[in-house]
């Protein structure tokens, strides 16, 4: 499987002559420069930009005024863009050569070229634009790729046989709904759907959701795709990841206990799916790079075609997730939201590449800007349960909140938010924004 090298671009000693890119804790250093899509005001088309620091540098401004010159065709074509489609089928090697120059058109000293002399043409603060969603997402998979989160939800559901005898083998997924799949900030407006009826022989209820959930996920964004009838194999499957986003798999879970069998989730998962605006490069993520999370003994090994040492050995992503709560109450009095858990996309049963190489196997095509969800990444410590089906155990034991609130499940004007980052010895801590989304009625 091919890696992303480490290279001068992750430094640690890297500065950029956008000051905030520097500021403690920020989540866009110059060794992070996500991608994603934004508009200013009084503007009626999208641009690509780079975050950096609290700014955005504009790349169709950076074209205009030649600061990508000597670049692929294909990626100048692709900087213009208002989706990040075209850059997301470029190959790695020429999106590499772009980091490359982004990295030197902001680094504060040693650039060959700079963009410095532009500032006020092409970087925009990021508190005066609108983000839009990164890409063109025409199809999105979601995943149940956390052993935690899926023996957590089947213990409730299946308490002598937790976890069904497929989930070792193969990596579960369902076919979502990318229509309404909306950017961080988006409201989301409770789903109503039937209800499980209450008393044996009688009809189900018609009615707005009363166990709404938010799942803590991991997006994956497809690179280059594969065409129909030619699988991606495992030692490929790696390369064909552009970048991760934050993912909120919003859940009703009355509606879900009703309709999942024999086919899965339906009405209870297609109202709305939101990710955060920045997508955050393999190619920044090369640091983070962790080996597949260990395998207790008696598991089975991955089939020949989910197989490879080099996933094996790097395949994971050492991410660190953070879900926090905010009430409609708890803002009016001025308190700030409350972390409800934490978790690590390192400890996923399987691996991203294995989700590619097992979701292609079959002939299936990916196209670039096809989204990935992991599925609810949870630990195995009650603080790393990455849902409230989880936290609370389905509703059992409630969360107490400020102003003496408490919640099982969400209610109107809650708003969920999610971080991520990631930190190790000898390099820049890179964060991925924010997933934001309020419930309305």
Not at 19 to 37: C, R, Y
Not at 71 to 87: F, H, Q, V, Y
Not at 143 to 170: C, E, Q, T
Request: proline share 7%.
């Amino acid at each position: 499987m091919k890696t992303t090298p480490i290279d001068e671009t992750h430094g640690a000693s890297l500065k950029s002559w956008v000051e905030s890119a520097h500021a403690p804790a920020i989540d866009f250093p110059i060794q992070n420069l996500p991608f994603g899509v934004f508009r200013t005001s009084g503007t009626e088309s999208n641009r690509i930009g780079v975050a950096i620091g609290d700014f955005i540098l504009d790349l169709r401004a950076c074209l205009e005024r030649n600061l990508l010159a000597g670049m692929p065709t294909r990626i100048l074509a692709a900087c213009g863009d208002a989706t990040l489609n075209s850059l997301m089928a470029c190959p790695d090697i020429e999106r590499r050569a772009l980091r490359h120059r982004l990295s030197h058109l902001l680094r504060a000293e040693g650039a060959q070229v700079t963009a410095k002399p532009h500032a006020a043409e092409v970087l925009v603060a990021q508190r005066e634009v609108r983000m839009a969603l990164p890409a063109r997402i025409s199809d999105y998979t979601d995943f149940y790729a956390s052993i935690d989160h899926a023996m957590n939800v089947g213990s409730m559901m299946r308490p002598d046989n937790p976890l069904l005898p497929n989930y070792k083998w193969v990596p579960i997924g369902y076919h979502g709904r990318s229509s309404s799949i909306v950017v961080s900030g988006t409201p989301v407006r409770r789903p109503s759907g039937q209800v499980d009826p209450t008393t044996a022989g009688h009809a189900p209820h018609f009615e707005p959701s009363k166990l709404l959930d938010y799942e803590l996920e991991m997006g994956i964004f497809i690179a280059e795709g594969n065409d129909l009838g030619s699988p991606v194999p495992i030692t490929e499957a790696g390369a064909r990841i552009f970048g991760l986003c934050l993912l909120n798999d919003w859940s009703a879970r009355d509606l879900q206990k009703w309709e999942y069998q024999p086919l899965g989730p339906f009405l209870s998962k297609n109202f709305a799916t939101s990710i955060s605006p920045w997508v955050v490069t393999a190619e920044a993520l090369a640091p983070f790079r962790v080996a597949a999370a260990h395998r207790p003994e008696g598991d089975p090994a991955p089939l020949p075609h989910l197989k490879s040492a080099q996933d094996q050995a790097l395949g994971g992503f050492d991410v660190n997730l953070e879900v926090s709560l905010s009430t409609r109450a708890m803002r009016s009095h001025g308190h700030s939201p409350v972390r409800l858990s934490r978790s690590n996309v390192a400890s996923l049963y399987w691996t991203p590449a294995q989700m590619i190489a097992h979701h292609t196997s079959g002939g299936c095509n990916l196209n670039p800007g096809d989204l990935l969800g992991t599925g609810t990444v949870s630990g195995k410590t009650k603080d790393s349960r990455g849902c409230l089906l989880e936290l609370t155990m389905r509703g059992k034991d409630r969360i107490a909140l400020p102003g003496g609130e408490s919640r099982s499940f969400l209610e109107d004007g809650d708003e969920v938010i999610f971080t991520a980052s990631c930190q190790r010895e000898g390099f820049a801590r890179i964060g991925f924004g924010e997933c934001r989304g309020v419930v309305i009625g």
